[in-house]
């Protein structure tokens, strides 16, 4: 009698591809572009759930508690330089989530995490995606040039780290159409082309 492969039988893990920022506030909107910008590009399995939590806070613990892993695209004051993209791991994500803390979302995804795992089921693996921002007070006003530049090497950190963990990644045919994650011109194109225009205006 062959015994059975525990592996092969195992199901895959759940895991959670996140952006959390604010778009009003320049570069704040890192990580909602970026997860933005990796569902563009990028098909995933069905166990792999890609989501825009803007300024959710605690409304993502539900989220959070129906995945085994966790990914986080945010922007994060490392003290480096603007753009400098910054790869946090596990233990250590929440304490960079609330690191010279520049707005509310950061203090709400640091209690994401602990309520979390206060309710039993924080995700086994976490990985924080970090940018340094350069402008954090320009309301309304679109990313700064090195944080946008960024984005897909931030994005290409994304996909390596899903394909380590053995997630099929596939590239979407270039002008393939995608449901956005984003609606009502609060998209990437729309929101920062017309931001940029505003900004040449005055």
């Known amino acids: 009698m062959v015994a059975p492969n525990p592996l092969a039988s195992s199901p895959s893990p759940r895991i959670l591809v996140l952006g959390i920022g604010n778009i009003l506030w320049a570069d704040e909107g890192f990580g909602v572009r970026a997860v933005e910008t990796f569902h563009k590009a990028y098909r995933v399995p069905d166990n792999v759930t890609v989501l825009d939590g803007g300024t959710q806070g605690l409304y993502l613990v539900q989220f959070v508690n129906e995945h085994d892993r966790l990914i986080v695209f945010d922007a994060i004051d490392y003290g480096l330089e603007p753009g400098t993209i910054k ?6 994500v929440p304490k960079f989530t609330g690191a010279k803390k520049m707005s509310l979302h950061q203090t709400g995804f640091q209690e994401v995490l602990s309520a979390a ?86």
């Open 87 to 92: 790869i946090v791991e596990d233990d250590e």
């Open 117 to 202: 795992d206060l309710m039993g089921h924080c995700p086994d693996r976490l990985v924080l995606i970090g940018c340094q921002p350069l402008g954090l007070e320009d309301w309304g006003g679109p990313l700064t040039t090195p944080v946008k530049a960024v984005i897909p090497r931030a994005i290409e950190t994304a996909v390596g780290i899903l394909r380590d963990w053995g997630v099929v990644v596939t590239a979407r045919p270039e002008g393939a159409g995608v449901s956005p994650l984003l609606e009502n011109d609060i998209d990437f194109e729309r929101y920062e082309r017309r931001a940029e225009s505003a900004a040449l205006r005055y």
